[in-house]
């Protein structure tokens, strides 16, 4: 996708979702108790992470919408995502790792859950393969939440047949994901990426209903979304089998705010400024270098007061994640669009 025809806004989003993320770890690292305190929606980073799912299943899908599904457009597709994916991951990895041997035997507190292994150099390259993890035991890798990057590189790859589904069908992707995510020994998340897919397929039909709409109608569907994304809360006997059925109840309500998003030209101006979407253009570095951060902070100062380690955090995660954007990510992009420039975008 273009820089003129991106949706700046919802590179925004993405990068408010990163940060909660970060949030959630900083507080779990340095108040743990005040975790489940009852603002932790504010902190929710399942959440988080379940929208960088459905967000990337749209974004995707909008970047390849009016491509044609060949095995020329499919590799082309695959060799961007690869570009985007590898070079700064494995950077961090690296890095990591090398911070890692300073502090491996200090870890205490909540950290003590991760980095229970001591990695050599043949771990790294294992864990650099990421579409295929060696070892799956995040407690045993060096970056733990990885986990998400190889959910998202795999599904990723079978974004185009989805997308392809979806334009014959739309309805028909997220009733065959939904299917084969109850019958086969699948990945579950598959299914958020298929709601990011269907939304797109239907973008415009969404976005002509919620223009319709009054501005109390407008107020209903982000009320029910934020009410979806408490079920647990609300109804916590009956969570257990709400998951059962709606596979995670949360994608759901997170549907519905991307829903909100694309058609509200009032959120999109909220989120239309420099510093928002710079947040979310660093987004992936953000993610991937913070956890590492938190642990070396907490060796330093494990009594920390919350705020200001989240200050510290925060502030260092974001000088570093823009390096990493203009001097890795940035230059790989365009290595993708150059090399592989059968498909429109990222």
Same mark, same amino acid.
């Given at each position: ?51 960088? +799912? ?5 974004? @995707? ?6 491509? %044609? ?8 597709? *695959? ?30 507190g909540w950290l ?18 990421? !579409? ?21 590189? &795999? ?5 185009? +047949? ?19 995510? #109850? ?27 919620? %223009? ?13 979304? @934020?009410?979806?994304?408490? /079920? ?8 257990? #089998? !709400? ?23 009032? @959120?999109?101006?909220? &989120?239309?400024?420099?510093?928002f979407m710079l ?29 200001? *380690?989240? !200050? ?11 390096? @990493? ?6 230059p790989w992009i ?8 059968? /498909?429109?975008?990222?």
């Amino acid at each position: 996708m273009s820089e003129k025809n991106r949706y700046h806004f919802l590179d925004s989003s993405r990068g408010i979702a990163a940060l909660v993320v970060l949030l959630a770890h900083t507080i779990k690292t340095f108040s743990p108790r005040s975790f489940q305190s009852t603002f932790n929606f504010i902190w929710d980073s399942e959440s988080a992470v379940l929208y960088f +799912f459905i967000l990337s299943g749209f974004v @995707l899908t909008e970047s390849i919408r009016s491509e %044609k599904l060949s095995i020329t457009s499919y590799f082309n597709f *695959a060799g961007k995502r690869i570009c985007r994916i590898y070079p700064v991951f494995i950077v961090v990895l690296i890095v990591s790792f090398l911070l890692y041997h300073f502090f491996s035997n200090q870890i205490t507190g909540w950290l003590t859950v991760y980095w229970k292994d001591q990695p050599n150099a043949f771990d790294v390259i294992k864990q650099a393969v990421l !579409i295929k993890r060696f070892p799956n035991d995040p407690a045993l890798r060096i970056l733990p939440h990885d986990w998400t990057l190889s959910i998202e590189i &795999l599904i990723s790859l079978a974004l185009p +047949f989805l997308a392809w589904i979806a334009n014959k069908k739309s309805w028909l992707v997220l009733v065959s994901v939904y299917l084969m995510v #109850k019958i086969l020994p699948i990945d579950s998340f598959i299914f958020d990426f298929a709601i990011g897919v269907f939304i797109s397929s239907q973008k415009e039909y969404l976005i002509s209903v919620w %223009k319709r709409m009054n501005f109390l109608g407008h107020l209903l569907v982000v009320l029910l979304a @934020l009410i979806i994304l408490q /079920t647990q809360k609300i109804l916590p006997n009956l969570s257990d #089998k !709400i998951e059962l059925v709606f596979i995670h109840s949360k994608s759901w309500g997170l549907a519905f705010l991307l829903i909100a998003l694309i058609s509200s030209i009032r @959120l999109q101006k909220m &989120l239309t400024n420099k510093f928002f979407m710079l947040q979310g253009k660093i987004s992936y570095s953000f993610y991937l270098v913070h956890f590492i951060l938190i642990g070396i902070l907490y060796q330093f100062q494990p009594q920390m007061h919350l705020i200001t *380690a989240f !200050i510290l955090v925060y502030s260092t995660t974001f000088m570093i994640s823009v390096f @990493l954007y203009f001097s890795i990510e940035s230059p790989w992009i365009q290595v993708g669009k150059k090399c592989f420039s059968g /498909t429109k975008g990222q």
